[in-house]
C-alpha cells in the first residue's frame, strides 16, 4: 500500500521542485490553483453526487462520525492552545489547524487511486464535511471574540451571515448544491454535461497534487524551525494526524455500529479524518495575521509525516 501512496505524494514533490526552480511564476500558480478550485475539483465533486441515488444521501453515521472528530479535535485543540497561553480568538486558528485536512486536494485523489470509482460520492461528501462546518466556525469565532476585545459590537447572527455569505460563495459549495438539485429532483445528468464533467473532473487528482505541492513551495519556513514554535506544531500534529481519525473511527465503529471494515463510507471517513493540515488554514492565518510560520511549518511535517500515516491506514484497512 505504501507503494500505491507514493506516487500521489510524487506528484506533489514535483510540484514543490517545480515551485523551487521557479520562483517567479507566482501569476501561474495561481491559475492552477484557480483552475482547480474553480473549475476540476467543482466538476468532479458535481459528477459524484449528480449521479448519486437519493438513499445513498442518508449516510448520518457517515456524517456524525465525520463532524465528531471535527468537533472533539477542534475543542481539544482550543483548550490545549489556552493550556499552553495562547487565547481566543488566536487560539481558533491553530484548533483549525488540528482538523482542517487536505480532503480536496489529497484526500480525493488517495481515495480514488486507491478504490476506485466507489469512493467518489463519499469523498465528496466528506470534502463538504471537512471544509464548511470548520469554516464557518473559524469565521464566527474570531469575528465575536475580536470584537469583544475591540470592544466593538458584533452580533452572532452578523458573523453568522458573513460566514454563510463566505460559505454559498464557496465554489466547492455551490457545486454540491447543484449535484443535489439533479438528486432530490430526480433529474438525469445530460449526456454531454456529464461528458464534459467527466472531462474536467479527471484532470482533478494530478492537477491538485501539483497545486499542493506548488503551494508548499512558496511557504518559508526553515527560519522558523526552532523549540518555541515545535511548541505549537507538535500538539496540532498530534491532534490532526492521530486524535481525529481515532476518535472517527471509534465513533464510526463502535458507537455508531459502522462495524463492517469492507463499508466504502467507513473507510473513508477515516482516511479523511486522516489527511494532513490543509493549506486553508494558512490562508486564514495570513488573513488574521497569526503565526503563519508555525501554520507553514506545522503544514510541510505534516504532510511528511502523513506518507507513512496514511500508508499505515491504507495497510490496517481492506483493499
Known sequence: MFMTVVPIFLVIFVGYCFGRLNPDSGHSDKLINDYVLYIALPALLFLAIARADTSELQQWKFIVASLAGIGVTYVSGMLLAKFMGVMLPQSSILSMGACYGTTGYLGLPILISVYGESAAFPAAIATILHNIPVIIVVIITYDILSARQSGSKTSISQSFIKAL???????????????????????????????????????????????????????????????????????????????????????????????????????????????????????????????????????????????????????????
Open 165 to 319: 455569505k463566505a460559505t454559498l460563495s464557496n465554489p466547492l459549495m455551490i457545486s454540491v448544491m447543484m449535484g443535489l438539485a439533479f438528486v432530490c429532483f430526480d433529474i438525469p445528468v445530460p449526456e454531454f454535461l456529464q461528458l464534459v464533467a467527466e472531462f474536467l473532473g479527471n484532470a482533478t487528482g494530478p492537477t491538485a497534487l501539483f497545486a499542493l505541492g506548488l503551494g508548499l513551495s512558496r511557504l518559508k519556513f526553515k527560519e522558523h524551525i526552532n523549540g518555541e514554535a515545535l511548541k505549537l506544531v507538535v500538539p496540532m500534529l498530534l491532534l490532526k494526524l492521530g486524535i481525529q481519525p481515532l476518535v472517527t473511527f471509534i465513533c464510526a465503529y463502535y458507537l455508531l455500529g459502522m462495524q463492517q471494515t469492507d463499508d466504502i463510507w467507513l473507510i473513508v471517513a477515516i482516511i479523511m479524518a486522516a489527511q494532513p493540515i490543509g493549506a486553508g488554514v494558512y490562508v486564514f492565518a495570513n488573513k488574521y495575521g497569526f503565526k503563519q510560520e508555525v501554520i507553514s511549518l506545522s503544514i510541510i511535517i505534516s504532510l511528511l509525516i502523513s506518507l507513512v500515516t496514511i500508508s499505515t491506514v491504507l495497510q490496517l484497512l481492506p483493499a
